[in-house]
């Protein structure tokens, strides 16, 4: 069990980034799958990257290549997703999320953080 | 990506129902599919994993099924708890991808 709590809600500019962080505690931080999925107001879930730590290798969502760089302090049980060049579409609330290791997949979430809601607005 | 198709996008039933999602995949993806429960305010609670697999302490009324490229989630006695957005997400590959959601409401 894993319990995760991220950072507070942000207001952005449009064109600049966004970082969020999720503190994770409870168990061993490197032997989960740990992701960043967003929910945009009156939209789906919407998966965008993910890494295993132990891995370090993240994997990104196509629709976020280039725009979007996961990574996790393993010091600090920590778990970052930055955005960049940020739009009003990007306007969601961000969930991390945790689950069990499934070596060459993105995994399942059993565990959930609290969501940071972003919003763009000029 | 994989894209996912749930169907339908609404659902209307009523307490003791028996209702039935579906979930289609692009491609193949054997059995590695998750159901979600989401409700407005909390976070999204998984339900199955493993096309089939009930996560522990889901009730029993919930199942899942399929292989490759179609899955289903079934309610066999719909409780007014169950009154929920539900997603089906595939972990086929290193980048996992949700369908676009089933709200299901009371009729």
């Known amino acids: 069990q894993v319990q995760l709590v991220q950072s507070g809600a942000e207001v952005k500019k449009p064109g600049s980034s966004v970082k969020v962080s999720c503190k994770a505690s409870g168990d061993s931080f490197s032997t989960y799958v740990l992701s960043w999925v967003r929910q945009a107001p009156g939209q789906g879930l919407e998966w965008m990257g993910g890494l295993i730590p132990v891995f370090r290798t993240p994997h990104y969502a196509q629709k976020f290549q280039g725009r979007v760089t996961i990574t996790a302090d393993e010091t600090t049980n920590t778990l970052y997703m930055d955005l960049r060049s940020l739009t009003s579409e990007d306007t969601a609330l961000y969930y991390c999320a945790t689950g069990p290791i499934s070596v060459g997949r993105s995994g399942w979430y059993n565990d959930w953080g609290q969501g940071t809601r972003v919003t763009v607005s000029s | 990506d994989i894209q996912m198709t749930q169907s339908p996008s609404t659902l209307s039933a009523s307490v003791g129902d028996r209702v039935t999602i579906t979930c289609r995949a692009s491609?193949?993806?054997?059995?590695?599919l998750a159901w979600y429960q989401h409700k407005p305010g909390k976070a999204p609670k998984v339900l199955i994993y493993k096309a089939s697999t009930l996560e522990s302490g889901v009730p029993s009324r919930f199942s899942g099924s399929g292989s490759g490229t179609e899955f289903t989630l079934t309610i066999s006695s719909l409780q007014p708890d169950d009154f929920a957005t539900y997603y089906c997400q595939q972990y086929h590959t290193n980048r996992g991808t949700f369908g676009q959601g089933t709200k299901l409401e009371i009729k």
């Open positions: 491609q193949n993806i054997s059995t590695w």
